[in-house]
């Protein structure tokens, strides 16, 4: 399998490197370590942020925002779900030696760091056993229309290799993995609600609170529709996309080796209230990945819509270009 190192220092390059200039404050279970933020045209904004979690630090999205402030996404998740192994992780809170960035040369931000997927039943006698993704996400603001786009590479790796006597490919080779992206929607003022659309053969979600809506899309190849959808609830009975994807014990096992979530998601078509919202990207037996979310803002659906799809379609290299072709 090819590794991405080479990519990786070419994006660090690009970067101003200043970790730790500029520091938010702790949450109630986990204290923040850096966080950068880019902004661009139409007042679009994006923040990614070094998350620390039990002695490891993870990656997020935070705080994706256009036209105003009030077009908010509170932050943007990153989930592999593995068959084999019956468990997922992400890249807040399953993540490692993650770092975070700004582009000198364009409103860009990026996640740089590892996933690591408990294997063979998670904490065994020996300490457990596991394998990681390398995982380079980069966040960009549209130069021509209120959007962002985010470029997320991943490849897969057991370092185990030389303390167990196996290679990655025989252990884990034919498992089979989903990635999930999730978004916490905090659009306006009051309660959200959102639904399912599709647009040029592109499946859609839409989040609207009150006249502010805010599209996502997403582009794996060729492929432009998402494997199974969840708009959930975060409060009260009903289930959350977090906790369809991420929360549900499905094994039966003691609860120190408990694994997460089926693999499916609940999908239905609308909700309201407080909601999050989640679609899958099958990638089967891949050992490495790569695949693009655009998050469109506007003050109609279809102005929200057009912005996203528009700029999947463009898609990365050619949105990065625009910006370069100015310089």
């Not at 084999?84 to 809170?93: H, K, L, P, W």
């Not at 014990?249 to 693999?263: I, K, P, S």
């Not at 790569?290 to 998050?295: R, S």
Request: net charge negative.
């Amino acid at each position: 399998m090819t590794r991405r190192s080479s990519r990786r220092a070419i994006l660090k390059t690009s970067a101003i490197g200043l970790l730790g200039s500029e520091v938010v404050s702790g949450t109630k279970t986990t204290a923040a370590r850096s966080t950068v933020t880019t902004a661009g045209a139409h007042n679009v904004c994006v923040s990614a942020r070094e998350h620390d979690h039990r002695g490891h630090t993870g990656g997020i999205l935070e705080d994706l925002s256009g036209i105003d402030e009030s077009f908010r996404i509170a932050d943007l998740h990153t989930f592999v779900w593995d068959d084999g192994e019956a468990n997922t992780g992400n890249v807040r809170d399953d993540g490692r030696n993650v770092s975070v960035r700004k582009a000198a040369d364009a409103p860009e931000v990026t996640i740089d760091g590892q996933i690591r997927i408990e294997a063979m039943g998670g904490r065994s006698l020996y300490g457990g056993t596991y394998y990681v993704g390398d995982v380079v996400q980069r966040a960009l603001v549209a130069r021509d229309r209120p959007a962002i786009l985010i470029d997320t590479e991943i490849s897969f790796f057991w370092p185990d290799e030389d303390i167990y006597g196996f290679n990655y490919d025989e252990k884990f080779g034919d498992n089979e993995r989903t990635i999930y992206t999730l978004l916490n929607p905090q659009i306006g003022d009051a309660d959200n609600e959102a639904w399912t659309t599709s647009h040029e053969g592109y499946d859609i979600l839409v989040a609207r609170g009150g006249t502010r809506y805010v599209a996502v899309g997403h582009r794996a190849g060729d492929r432009i529709t998402f494997d199974g959808h969840c708009i959930g609830r975060t409060d009260g009975t009903e289930k959350s996309a977090w906790q369809d994807i991420y929360g549900e014990t499905e094994n039966g096992y003691a609860d120190w080796r408990n694994r997460y979530g089926d693999g499916w998601l609940d999908s239905n078509e609308y909700n309201e209230g407080p909601i999050d919202v989640a679609f899958g990207n099958y990638i089967g037996t891949a050992d490495e990945a790569e695949w693009q979310v655009a998050l469109g803002f506007g003050t109609s659906e279809d102005a929200a819509v057009t912005s996203a799809v528009g700029t999947l379609r463009r898609g990365y290299d050619a949105e990065r270009d625009q910006y370069e072709q100015r310089q």
